[in-house]
């Protein structure tokens, strides 16, 4: 909607014409006046509006009328009109820049981000007032203009540092983008003023874990923890930095924290599982449940599902039960076919049930796939020789 647009609420909604030929004296008005405001501070704002409106004149100019007025039907909701009430107020004084700031106020409500960002320049072409800057990248944020967005969230924390809702806005698109990197640096800006901030600082976790740098995101996820941060996000991402920082026995307890505040996410069921599975702990009693917990709950997602199958098979691997792993790793290949390895796993299993043609099979599926000179293609070439001298042996 175009700013002009909002004219006609306002035409009708406040130039109403009394039958009364002359202005109110000032008694009357100011009695009117001080009613309105009244009936305005108990919430009775139709009421307010209705005595207000017997102050308008069409031929007269009253700002502080129609400024009473503009912030009834603002308080009440009536954006439309209100939106109207404020663009006369601010082209009769435009000196005044509370009424353009309410206009753009109205225009985001409205979702009319255009309008907002149009009226946010002009304001800002007068005074660099930090939260009219944010508000013009939360308007290119919704409006789906990340780019822009962030231009504005970076001005706003050049004008306000200290603005973490703004961090938090403009590290969400960094993140998006995945530039995990120019998230880090926006954080530590931030948290070299406030340290400790609950806000700030998990963000700044999540940077570093998902750029794989596990150390740090550990240390700050360790940091809230000592600081009382209890909540799902802490216990699962400190779980999964402990785990992958290989301090293994202590990420178990963090997932399992995490776990008892939701036991929805079957990925943190397989992660559980995993962990307990690198700890050496017995497959059927320690790794298996969990196993069948994440089974029980994915959805047809293939690569949760060949993850699933891997860890079955690489439990029953470990125990020697190869006719128990097989079909798992065959599965696990089949919802992930880039997972090649499970061939010659497969084949593995056959050579050591000492079923020489079924390990050739998998052994030769797996060196088409391969990567020539590959550790893992010596050791099938050379277990290729073997086998056929066992075949040699059997004829």
Known sequence: MKRT?????????????VTAAAQPADSLRREALAEARYLKSIFKTDAAIERLSTLVRPEVFDEEVLAELADCHFTNGDYATAAGTYQLLSLRAPDNLFYQIRELQLAFRMKDYPVCVSLARGVLARDSIPAVVALAGDAWNLAGQSDSALVYYRQALALKPLNEAVVSKAANILLSDKDYEGVIAMTGDYLALDPDNFTVAPIRGLAYYLNSQYDSSLVIFQQLEKLGVDNYALHYYLGQSLWHANVVYAAEPELRKAWALDSSDAN????????????????????????????????PDSSIVSRIHQQYGTGYYGEEQFDKAIPHYQEAYRYNPSFIQALSTIAYCYERQKKYRQALEYYEKYLKLARPGSRGYEFAKKSIEMIKVELFMEE
């Open 268 to 299: 943190l069921a397989w992660t559980i599982a995993a962990v307990r599975s690198d700890m050496r702990l017995p497959f059927d009693k320690q790794v298996k449940p969990w196993l069948e917990k994440a089974s029980a709950m994915i959805q």
């Open 5 to 17: 647009a909002y004219l006609p609420f306002v035409l009708a909604a406040v130039m109403t014409v």
